[in-house]
T-cell receptor
Framework: KAGVTQTPRYLIKTRGQQVTLSCSPISGHRSVSWYQQTPGQGLQFLFEYFSETQRNKGNFPGRFSGRQFSNSRSEMNVSTLELGDSALYLC?????????????FGNGTRLTVT | QKEVEQDPGPLSVPEGAIVSLNCTYSNSAFQYFMWYRQYSRKGPELLMYTYSSGNKEDGRFTAQVDKSSKYISLFIRDSQPSDSATYLCAMSEGNQFYFGTGTSLTVIP
């Protein structure tokens, strides 16, 4: 079974620009979560989508948004990029959410903002 | 106080050693406990997934959960250089996950 696929793997953007990251979950998984990982802060939860609805949201500004499509694929958008947005963005999928299924992560998108 | 506390290390051991990685937590409502391994430039990979207190073994890896002490451990027997990575503990309550900051492990040949 194919794992979680994230594209692109690397991105370099300039302050003020916007960016869209893409995630394809494991086949059959309906929950997709996004995390930001930085050396100082570890894994920070952005949001979770289940059946096209945002079910949970972390403490990030409104510049960070996401959506999920009917095929469970998800996109994350960051507008008006800041230097501090440089991080590894990880997508994770699970079958039903936490109660019965752990998270399975992709290899992330490394975003560098200059 | 963070929900999950994990010693960041770094931890350096000789090949063949037994490694012990630990996390403590404060929320008694956590139900499921996980360990992830993350290599450089890769995403976290699920190693162990447990529910109840006690031990779960998978090859050279043993996960231990003590809910009364709010303490979980991952033991790696006969450690190999390929085990060099960052290890993250994680816990869940309902459909929300909480992660430790990770322990960096280096196994020296």
């Amino acid at each position: 079974k194919a794992g979680v696929t994230q594209t692109p793997r690397y991105l370099i953007k300039t302050r003020g620009q916007q960016v869209t990251l893409s995630c394809s979950p494991i086949s059959g998984h309906r929950s997709v979560s996004w995390y930001q990982q930085t050396p100082g802060q570890g894994l920070q939860f952005l949001f979770e989508y289940f059946s096209e609805t945002q079910r949970n949201k972390g403490n990030f500004p409104g510049r960070f948004s996401g959506r999920q499509f009917s095929n469970s694929r998800s996109e994350m958008n960051v507008s008006t990029l800041e230097l501090g947005d440089s991080a590894l963005y990880l997508c994770a999928s699970s079958g039903q959410g936490a109660a019965n299924s752990p998270l399975h992560f992709g290899n992330g998108t490394r975003l560098t903002v200059t | 106080q963070k929900e999950v506390e994990q010693d960041p290390g770094p931890l350096s051991v000789p090949e063949g050693a037994i490694v012990s990685l630990n996390c403590t937590y404060s929320n008694s409502a956590f139900q499921y406990f996980m360990w992830y391994r993350q290599y450089s430039r890769k995403g976290p990979e699920l190693l162990m997934y447990t529910y109840s207190s006690g031990n779960k073994e998978d090859g050279r890896f043993t996960a231990q959960v003590d809910k009364s002490s709010k303490y979980i451990s991952l033991f790696i027997r006969d450690s190999q250089p390929s085990d060099s990575a960052t290890y993250l503990c994680a816990m869940s309550e309902g459909n929300q996950f909480y992660f430790g900051t990770g322990t960096s492990l280096t196994v020296i040949p």
